[in-house]
């Protein structure tokens, strides 16, 4: 196994990343690593000579009263996963290098942020966009990797990518399920056993209107009204935040569902929000 440099400062992190062999791959992450993080880095791991890794909780992604500061943090089991990957350089910068004294420049998406989790999560996709763009300046990767379960994070990162011309590939990873079909998320350590055995309905439902729409069903108002339908008939559903079935690239919902359609939601099992998607094929 080959031995893995874990940087601390901006300043490191772009020299580590300029001397490095290219083509790079970064796998931006929040920590917490699950298999879904791990498929990103074993396909960076394919496809690059050098594989970066950047660990940091950012807070400018999250509102008031969200879970920043409980967020789940493990860095010693992140750091073991990530040598048994082959990971060749991770960086784990404190939230002063980010954002130090002074810092006033940020990267403010258009309308594709204001809608589904932006329209919930107000400032989120500024927060996100913000600093992905200072992790690619920092690194210069050729490829930068992130999962297809934050559906519209990808929707967003491939728009500003191309807006701003920053010249890398965005490889979307197809989103890992548990095998009752709950998408991998960080969050999911959060659920009692209770809200556990509960949380498959949200796939279960985006499922049930997949199927439908396979079967001939085209109507978007029919699919999303699926959706519901599963989701309120599940106790522990206390609230959804949005239903929705919209074009894969602009986020409008739409009248008529058809390949590339995205089927969305973000549900409340208690304090739990989470999110599952499916594109249309
Ligand atoms: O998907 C995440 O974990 C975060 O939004 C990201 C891309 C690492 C930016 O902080």
Redesign the pocket.
Known sequence: MSSMRIVESSQEMVRACRQAAHPLGLV???GALHQGHLDLVRRARRENDTVAV?I???PA?FGAGEDLSKYPRDLDRDLDLLQRENTDLVFVPGPEDVYPPGFDTWVDMGSLADKLEGAHRPGHFR??AT??TK?FNLARPERAY??QK?GQ?TVV?RRFVRDLAMGLEVVVVPTVREPDGLALS?RNVYLTPEQRRAAPVIYRAIRRAEESWRAGERDAATLRQQIRQVLEAEPLVEGIDYVSAADGESLEELEGAGPGTMLSTAVLLGQVRLIDNVILE
Request: no cysteine.
């Open positions: 931006p992450t929040m950047s940091f909780v950012n992604q927060g996100v600093v992905v992790l992130f999962g934050d994070q990162v960080s």
